[in-house]
């Protein structure tokens, strides 16, 4: 099958963080479920919930790290590595790297002190931001090895901020200029491969390649990725995977919320109710038993039981060539709402139909 986009006149991946702004300034591109306001700014939440970021906000926010970065002599084709759970910060960090035309080195939160030193050294990475006191630790007892390290950055420590400080006096047209000049062929990021067999491996990835894969799931998939949609995203940032999802919600102005963790991904569901979720199988298999677990505490285990086998065989039935006939559509819709009130407090009114079908891709 022939690409539906190819990407032949693309620019850089941080326009369409400007395009946003301009086509719709108060569409909210994030939510931040528990800011850090030491680590980046945010406005007060309301009632305890989280934190919108608006596009216009969102451009703001990259604008003013780009400026940081420019001023501390990151230049177009620079590494910077970045080790962090997934988090706000994160993708601003990733954004604002592109926006002028820098690369970004993701590096793994859970990495060794081994691992995080070779992926710097292999990068050649000049800067390298981290999350935690920990990480700063780690990277500090490695800098006798790593000549090419000229800064770093901690998260958690308020250096954001700090570097957007220090990026007063860079005006906005020089970013506007770095950013002109960023092209589909440049690098935006190199992904390392987990190491199992050896030293972990750099994939280099360009501005093209990561617009086109994602262009072409948008075009195939507008169900999923389109304005108005939301997604919570709890897989590491580090991972190719996430990051495509990270850059298919703002190519589509859909809302995402980062979660740290699977633990904090299970309250954002049930918080947020996003539309749709992506992730490996055994996040679905966990939602799964805590929509039974939820149903069995309400006495109604025997209802989501129920529910649940109806819901394998109406979606077995779905890839017949005659699909589900009239009784089982029928018995599917009496299924949810028997078993709707443990699932749904689990995981969200909108994400119940995904587990109903992981529960079948389990059973088939």
């Not at 991946?13 to 569409?27: F, I, S, T």
């Not at 009784?327 to 709402?337: F, N, P, V, Y």
Request: with cysteine; glycine share 10%.
């Amino acid at each position: 099958m022939a690409p539906v986009v190819t990407g032949a006149t693309l620019a850089g991946l941080a326009d369409m963080v400007w395009d946003n702004a301009r086509q719709d300034p108060e569409g909210v591109q994030f939510e931040r479920p528990h800011p850090v306001p030491r680590s980046w700014p945010a406005r007060r939440s309301v009632r305890g919930g989280g934190v919108p970021v608006t596009c216009a906000q969102f451009r703001d926010d990259v604008l003013a790290l780009a400026r940081g970065l420019i001023a501390a002599g990151v230049g177009h084709g620079d590494r910077v590595g970045l080790m962090s759970r997934t988090r706000y910060e994160w993708t601003l960090v990733d954004y604002a790297l592109w926006s002028i035309g820098a690369v970004t080195v993701p590096i793994y939160e859970t990495s060794s002190a081994e691992q995080m030193g070779w992926i710097v050294a292999d990068s050649g990475a000049v800067g390298c931001v981290v999350e935690t006191a920990e990480h700063a630790a780690m990277l500090a007892g490695l800098r006798d090895g790593l000549p090419a390290l000229r800064q770093a950055w901690q998260m958690d420590d308020g250096d954001l901020i700090a570097l957007a400080g220090q990026g007063r006096v860079i005006d906005d047209a020089q970013v506007d200029a770095r950013r002109a000049a960023v092209s589909g062929d440049d690098m935006a990021t190199i992904v390392y491969t987990s190491g199992t067999t050896g030293q972990p491996k750099g994939c280099v990835l360009t501005h093209r390649n990561m617009y086109c894969d994602i262009s072409n799931a948008t075009a195939v998939l507008p169900e999923l990725l389109h304005p108005g949609a939301s997604t919570v995203l709890f897989l590491p940032l580090a991972h190719a995977f996430a990051r495509l999802i990270q850059v298919g919600m703002v190519h589509t102005r859909a809302t995402m919320v980062h979660s740290a963790d699977m633990t904090g991904a299970l309250e954002q569901l049930r918080q947020h109710r996003p539309t749709f979720i992506l992730a490996v199988p055994r996040m679905f298999e966990k939602m799964h038993t805590r929509a039974r677990q939820q149903a069995a505490d309400v006495h109604r285990g025997w209802v989501f039981a129920v529910a649940d086998s109806v819901a394998i065989r109406y979606s077995r039935a779905m890839d017949t060539p005659n699909g589900p006939g009239g009784l089982m559509r029928l018995a599917h819709a009496g299924g949810g709402a028997g078993a709707g009130r443990g699932g749904r407090a689990a995981i969200g009114r909108n994400v119940l139909d995904p587990v109903r079908r992981a529960a079948a891709a389990r059973a088939g």
